[in-house]
């Protein structure tokens, strides 16, 4: 991994709350390469999404760097660099007084492309997350199951044809077989559109199925890194834990379908 | 009840044009203004929480003076402003009616919409605002694309509730010089005209339920997005917009305008001088219910042409006299003064006085053998008085007092109208009545007598502004009331205008006083 060059850099970056009282991301330094998928696990307070927030200036380090392409994202002009990282927020976060199609295409409209494309654009995105477009093209938010929501989010992210994407637990709040679907469908669309992906999540089974690479944050602080493989291979007692559940759920799925048949 | 085929009805309708359309022009001039001003003012402070706290706090401390104190102090405010734009920038303005209206409303309709506004902004989700920012808006268009519209039913529902209140306060404002829909409440008030009131009243609440209706309009047509919603609703505003504009510009600019104050005697003598002038050629249109510290300043200032006061009003107020002199020594000095110092013309007396007077039941004097003030004052620790608004803080009381040493166990403020019923019907036992009162015959009432002539003379004086002085037209055509109108012919009047009846109408006694003072036939 040491002779691409990466496409995002964490370098010794740390960030306080509070003046100072609470050091949310404390000397993280992580790279990722381009087309690279990255979890990041950890439990609620552990940092995670301030170190994502970071990487498209939503939020400004204390110290140390973030790169991206190895610019020093502080240089760059904050709008533009949002405007060409796609995000995913938690529980979708949708403009709930714009339709389907409006919330989809708000990135090229910020970036003045013309209407038809980004009709074009909306249309295509529909089909490539699975919405229907007749149908739900002019609905509300509210008009939408919380699946169709994060898939309008997923494609929201996607309009302005980003390189990067970062998502904050998108499928937390989906009833388990919604969030599998999408979490598939999702890892397709990294693979098919040569995505780099950084997604942060609580649930260490879910970046276990999904990511190339996970990142274990604990109290602001990066505990390990690497494959799942690397992960189990480490003695550290707080990444064994987290390690338990999908185990344990792997060890029962063995003995309830001992024939393995295709999932 | 003949209550609906009451031709006081026809009266109040003629008069609607005027003083609705003036009405609008105030209320949407005054709410256009806050608006402006407190729009952007809720933008910059909503998210500096010293600035929001001090804003709301004068709002609210703003809403908590009554609207009637808060246009009148705006009187004062500008007119010393306005001297000093003379002074320093070379031009004056009128600090009377119109503009001290609409700065007093704006600021009266400043809270509900920096409140709301304010609210509504923060009550936007913090996860949207967020989203707004990571898929790449400025914050400006995070405002404009988001935010306002999320907030905008909180915001409307502020525009609304400032909108009812200016409307309604705007009623308010007759008394510093404004027409509007007061004007039928003022004068239905002073002249126990209950048509009038109650039809201003309507009208106002109509006027407000109207605009309130056509705002919730454009408002749900923005939430709906239905366009015909929106342009229905914007076009019915702005059509109210043009009508009220129409009769001002048809209006004649000339015109001489007749002022009043808030009393029934000065609603009849301001329909004698205006028929007076008409009668001779002369447009001329009344600025009627003004208050007695609004309407001395209107006439220096040239906002008003002529009115009737009385001299020792004048004395007290203007000159800042508490000597008293005779009669016709205190009337040359106050023409001389007045004259020299705010070119004000006195052009002379009517004929009677409306002095203040103490006045109690005639059957109670008899049997107390009380014929003086002197003679009052030995029973007056066992009585209770009741005066107008200002009376009691009026120089004139703090000289009878002095002068026969009265102490009395109860002072009350009344609406003058309703003194001489209490008195008669001994809910208090003095009154500091008008002399020129019908009342005092109708409710068989006696005048007490000032042997020490502690009550200055108050003969009623026609004056006219510094710019009529030299109008001879004008001096002509009211020539003939001066010295004409007698203290029995002025009882009469004012006893006539203060029945419930049709013909009770200022108009009505005024045509009624012509006659009798000897019209040429």
């Known amino acids: 991994m040491s002779d691409v060059a990466p496409l995002i850099a964490f370098e010794h970056v740390g960030k306080g709350f509070d003046r100072g009282r609470v050091r949310a991301v404390d000397d993280v330094s992580l790279t990722i390469r381009a087309g690279e998928f990255l979890a990041i696990v950890g439990s609620s307070g552990s940092g995670k999404t301030t170190l994502l927030r970071l990487a498209n200036r939503l939020i400004a380090p204390d110290h140390g760097v973030v790169r991206i392409d190895g610019e020093n994202i502080a240089d760059s002009d904050p709008i533009a660099l949002r405007r ?6 938690q529980s979708g976060g949708l403009f709930p007084h714009m339709s389907v199609a409006d919330n989809i295409g708000i990135t090229p409209r910020l970036l003045r492309w013309p209407a038809e494309e980004i009709a074009s654009r909306v249309e295509a995105l529909m089909d490539l997350v699975r919405l229907d477009r007749q149908v739900h093209r002019d609905r509300f938010p509210h008009q939408l199951s919380g699946g169709q929501r994060q898939r309008v989010g997923v494609a929201r992210a996607l309009a302005a044809k980003p390189r990067i994407v970062l998502m904050d637990e998108p499928f937390g709040a989906l009833d388990p077989l919604t969030r599998a679907a999408l979490a598939e469908d999702y890892r397709a669309l990294h693979q098919d559109l040569d995505l780099t992906t950084v997604m942060i999540t609580h649930d260490m089974a879910e970046a276990v199925l999904l990511a190339d690479r996970i990142a274990v944050m604990r109290g602001g602080q990066l505990v390990a890194q690497g494959t799942a493989a690397d992960l189990a291979a480490t003695d550290d007692a707080y990444v064994d834990e987290l390690l ?20 | 009840m003949m209550l609906w085929s009451d031709p006081r009805w026809t009266d109040a309708l003629s008069h609607l044009p005027d003083y609705l359309g003036s009405h609008i022009r105030v209320s949407l001039a005054a709410l256009t203004l806050g608006l402006l001003i407190s729009f952007p003012l809720a933008l910059v402070a909503r998210n500096r929480p010293r600035l929001r706290g001090t804003l709301l706090g004068f709002a609210s401390i703003v809403q908590t003076v009554p609207g009637l ?64 920012q990571g898929v790449g808006m400025t914050p400006r268009q995070s405002l404009l694309m988001v935010e306002l519209p999320l907030a905008l039913p909180v915001i ?50 109509a006027l407000a339920l109207l605009v309130d209706g056509l705002l919730a309009l454009i408002e749900t047509g923005v939430q709906r997005r ?32 007749v002022g009043a104050k808030t009393f029934t005697e000065q609603y009849i003598l301001a329909a004698l001088l205006t028929d007076r002038l008409q009668a001779n050629g002369l447009p001329a249109i009344q600025r009627t219910g003004l208050g007695s510290n609004v309407i001395f300043d209107a006439l220096a200032a040239g906002d008003i ?20 002199k005779p009669r016709a020594e205190l009337l040359a000095e106050l023409g001389e003064t007045l004259a020299a110092r705010d070119k004000v013309t006195l052009l002379g007396q009517l004929g009677f006085e409306n002095a203040y007077a103490l006045v109690m039941p005639r059957k109670r004097a008899e049997a107390l053998g009380i014929r003086s003030i002197t003679d009052l004052a030995a029973h007056a620790g066992d009585m209770s008085i009741a005066g107008d608004y200002e009376f009691f803080s009026r120089p004139e009381w703090a000289g009878i007092r002095k002068a026969y040493g009265l102490d009395f166990r109860q002072q009350r403020q009344m609406q003058p109208d309703f003194m001489y019923a209490a008195a008669a019907s001994g809910e208090v036992d003095v009154i500091a009545g008008y002399t020129s009162d019908g009342l005092i015959a109708k409710y068989d009432l006696v005048v007490l007598d000032d042997p020490k002539h502690a009550i200055p003379p108050y003969d009623a004086v026609v004056l006219l502004s510094p710019k009529r002085a030299d109008d001879a037209k004008l001096r002509a055509a009211l020539q003939p009331l001066l010295g004409k109108i007698d203290i029995s012919a002025m009882r009469e009047a004012n006893l006539r205008a203060s029945g419930n009846n049709a013909a009770s109408s200022a108009a009505d006694v005024a045509n009624w006083l012509w006659d009798r003072i000897g019209a040429p036939h």
């Open chain 2, 69 to 132: 104190a808060l246009l009148a102090l705006f009187y004062p405010l500008l007119l010393a402003l306005a001297a000093l734009s003379a002074q320093w920038l070379g031009f004056s303005f009128s600090a009377f009616g119109f503009l001290p209206s609409v700065l007093a409303l704006a600021l009266y309709s400043m809270l509900p919409v920096l409140r709301n506004t304010i609210t509504g902004l923060q009550g936007v989700d913090a996860a949207i605002t967020e989203a707004a």
């Open chain 2, 156 to 205: 409307m529902a502020g525009i609304r509730t400032a909108a009812v209140w200016v409307i309604g306060t705007a009623t308010l404002s007759t008394p510093i010089g404004q027409t509007s829909l007061g004007n039928h409440i003022f004068a239905g008030l002073q002249t126990q005209n209950w048509v009038f009131v109650l039809f201003g009243c309507i009208a106002a609440a």
């Open chain 1, 84 to 89: 060409r990282i796609g995000y995913v927020f």
């Open chain 2, 226 to 257: 239905s366009r015909i919603r929106i342009i229905t609703g914007i076009l019915a505003v702005l059509a109210l917009v043009a009508a009220a504009l129409v009769p001002s510009m048809s209006r004649a600019r000339q015109a001489y305008v």
């Open chain 2, 305 to 324: 042409d002529v009115y009737v006061d009385y001299s020792g009003t004048l004395w007290a107020n203007q000159l800042h006299r508490t000597d008293i």
């Open chain 1, 244 to 263: 338990q559940t999908p185990r344990r759920q792997a060890e029962r799925l063995q003995a309830l379908l001992p024939r393995g048949s295709a999932t």
